[in-house]
């Protein structure tokens, strides 16, 4: 995950390519429940920080916050939409005929959204880019909808920002866990 970027902006052919891997993720019934919101101007992503910064952290406080660290020149909001799922799964040929979300083991929806995301983030290292997913605060998510003109069926699941990457590479592998701690073969064991 990239936190600097240098000024360069992403050119619109690359954001295009990032946006398509995006709607090549998995979808649970072909849904396709996404929507993404692409801020792409210096105003947009100010506007962006400034809206999504929670208001209880002012000054220096607010500024430890992630989103008000990200001078990137491209923000892409990735959107779940679960009104999309319960419509698609309430078609007679799915076998339901209500809308109703009580049935489904996991919010889909959102993990749909996610795999698209990931995708998002890949496809920034493929084309020379830093990327960073980032969430968005709860109590921030009405203020931002009203900003953008976000429809109340979307809901942002978090953020990526994406830019000419402007600090050097880090080497995370010793902090992983080992896979033993979180691969189990069979029966779930824990490790001792």
Do not use: C
Not at 12 to 36: C, D, K, M, N, T
Not at 82 to 105: C, F, H, I, M, V
Not at 161 to 186: I, K, M, N, Q, T
Request: aromatic residues 12%.
């Amino acid at each position: 995950m990239v936190r600097r970027y240098d000024a360069r902006p992403v050119p619109p052919e690359v954001v295009e390519r990032l946006l398509a891997a995006a709607v090549r993720a998995p979808s649970a019934g072909f849904s396709q429940g996404w929507g993404f919101r692409v801020l792409d101007t210096a105003e947009d992503v100010s506007r962006f920080r400034e809206i999504v910064t929670p208001r209880n952290r002012t000054g220096t406080d607010g500024d430890k916050w992630f989103a008000a660290e990200v001078r990137a020149p491209l923000i892409i909001v990735p959107h779940s939409n679960k009104d999309a799922y319960l419509d698609n799964y309430a078609r007679p040929e799915k076998g339901l005929t209500d809308r109703s979300d009580a049935w489904w083991p996991a919010p889909y929806w959102d993990i749909d959204a996610g795999f698209a995301a990931l995708l998002i983030l890949l496809a920034a290292i493929d084309e020379g880019l830093g990327a960073s997913f980032f969430g968005i605060p709860k109590e921030r998510i009405d203020p931002y909808r009203e900003a953008f003109g976000v429809p109340e069926s979307f809901r942002p699941i978090g953020a990526i920002s994406s830019g000419y990457p402007d600090e050097p590479p880090r080497d995370f592998s010793a902090w992983r866990r080992p896979l033993s701690d979180v691969v189990h073969r069979g029966r779930w064991t824990v490790p001792g």
